[in-house]
């Protein structure tokens, strides 16, 4: 099967869960009706929209580089669930905070795709962002059960040197060595913006002013709509459901099991600004509440200073008054990179090197053209919280596409030697524990040619 080994270059075991996340969210997501079961694997099922789905979700990202029949898919897929079946037996845990790392990761993935929250709860059907997470949940729990039953497999698994030159050889004996894409890593100040404390004390005020009134018989939806900030507010009114689990800041969840019913919060800070909470009901561990938020007002002076500040910043580096890594130091006021030199991490891979064919649009407009130890110009930003700030970035390292080499590119290539031999080791698990599976084909597929022996013939 030659097109077997084609995906297994495209696609790393590592990023399998995510494909299937994403579209399993898809399948969910759009609300379509329960169709074919393709195979039953324990209690797992895949359905045969989940293969549709899957191909063309692998044909898109590949830029249709890679081609697979529906018997390959639901063969990819079925290694999925088998994973997944045997966590279970395996008694693999998976912890709420893992769940909800995953799933903010999965949100701001998604929002970054679609451009804010609103267009992807629109785009998938959802009611509001909370349905979204309570699917996203489920989605990322078995993500995760299967990431961790392919470590336990590969735990003892490691490579040599000897062995990552003899897989190195190997691949240029047949003139199959990898090309690696241009690589950045990226570097930045930034300069937040911080509302006065006037302008915080008058947010506070106007919050015990609607308290106040909604105390005094005043309809807290109806001040929701007129006074919140929160996007969210024309189609719930501020309100959510609540629990110690979902993913909510850590303020607000708090609040909404410290208040009793029908009472209403002082104003408290979050990262998102100043709120007020309402209790509506309790039900078991779940709270039923409303907020009001109100973010402190930057104004247009404020970012000039800013600006300003980020361009004297600039000129004092530019002329080796200050290096970088000093300025950052001294001036950035962005906690994530400060203690770093003001690395920027790839939120995709969690690694500071970044793909230059696989970034946003966007930031791959302001920062393609630099050379190693250049700046951009500072330039205006805000955050998935809606805070303001100036910054500017520097291209602290680049390489360009080339092909392969032992020398200068060993840790990727012992990255893909170690990758191999465990896609080797899993493929030697699965083989056994398909033997003792409960394993269910549908007839549509009953006549595939399969890798595995998923069928479990005796001559196989």
């Avoid at 949940?137 to 040197?161: A, G, S, Y």
């Avoid at 719930?236 to 009793?260: H, Q, R, W």
């Avoid at 360009?400 to 465990?422: C, G, M, N, R, S």
């Amino acid at each position: 099967m030659q097109q077997k080994t084609t995906i297994s270059k495209y696609i790393k075991l590592s990023i399998y869960t995510f494909f299937l996340g994403f579209i399993a969210l898809q399948a969910s997501a759009q609300k379509t009706k329960i169709d074919g079961v393709a195979v039953v694997i324990g209690k797992n099922i895949v359905l045969d929209s989940d293969i549709d789905k899957f191909k063309q979700e692998i044909e898109t990202r590949s830029e249709g580089k890679v081609q697979i029949t529906d018997c390959e898919m639901l063969e990819e897929l079925m290694q999925q669930k088998l994973l997944a079946h045997h966590a279970i037996v395996d008694s693999v845990v998976v912890s709420d905070v893992e769940i909800s790392s995953r799933v903010e990761r999965s949100i701001q993935y998604f929002t970054q795709q679609y451009g804010n929250i609103e267009k992807v709860i629109k785009a998938y059907g959802f009611n509001d962002l909370e349905d979204l997470k309570k699917e996203l949940n489920t989605v990322q729990e078995e993500n995760i059960l299967i990431e961790k039953e392919q470590q336990k497999i590969t735990e003892k698994i490691d490579v040599t040197p000897e062995e990552v030159r003899l897989y190195f050889n190997g691949l240029k004996e047949k003139g199959d060595l990898p090309q690696f894409p241009a690589e950045i890593e990226l570097a930045q100040i930034v300069l937040k913006a911080i509302p006065t404390k006037e302008e915080e004390e008058r947010v506070i005020a106007k919050l015990n002013e609607i308290k106040e009134q909604i105390e005094g018989g005043s309809n807290f939806k109806m001040k929701a709509i007129i006074n919140s900030d929160d996007p969210g507010v024309t189609s719930n009114g501020g309100e959510y459901t609540v629990t110690k689990e979902s993913n909510f800041i850590k303020e607000f969840k708090e609040m909404a099991f410290t208040l009793d019913v029908n009472q209403v919060s002082e104003p408290f800070k979050s990262q998102f600004g100043y709120h007020i909470m309402q209790l509506h009901a309790i039900k078991g561990n779940t709270r039923i509440a409303s907020h009001i938020l109100i973010k402190p007002v930057v104004t247009d002076n404020m970012l000039k200073e800013l600006e300003d500040k980020a361009n004297d910043i600039i000129n004092e580096i530019k002329k080796g008054e200050v290096t970088f890594e000093e300025a950052v130091l001294k001036y950035s006021t962005d906690e994530d990179s400060k203690f770093s030199g003001g690395l920027i991490i790839n939120p995709s891979t969690g690694e500071s090197r970044f793909d230059l064919t696989r970034m946003d649009p966007a930031f791959y407009a302001r920062v393609s053209d630099l050379k190693k130890g250049e700046m951009t110009e500072a330039f205006y930003d805000k955050s998935a919280v809606g805070e303001e700030m100036f910054k500017f970035i520097l291209m602290k390292d680049r390489t360009d596409t080339h092909t392969a080499d032992i020398i200068k590119d060993y840790e990727k290539v012992q990255q893909l030697a170690l990758q191999k031999k465990k896609e080797e080791t899993i493929d030697k698990w699965s083989r056994e524990k398909i033997k003792d599976t409960y394993i269910k084909i549908g007839d549509s597929y009953s006549k595939c040619d399969f890798n595995k022996n998923w069928k479990k013939e005796i001559n196989k």
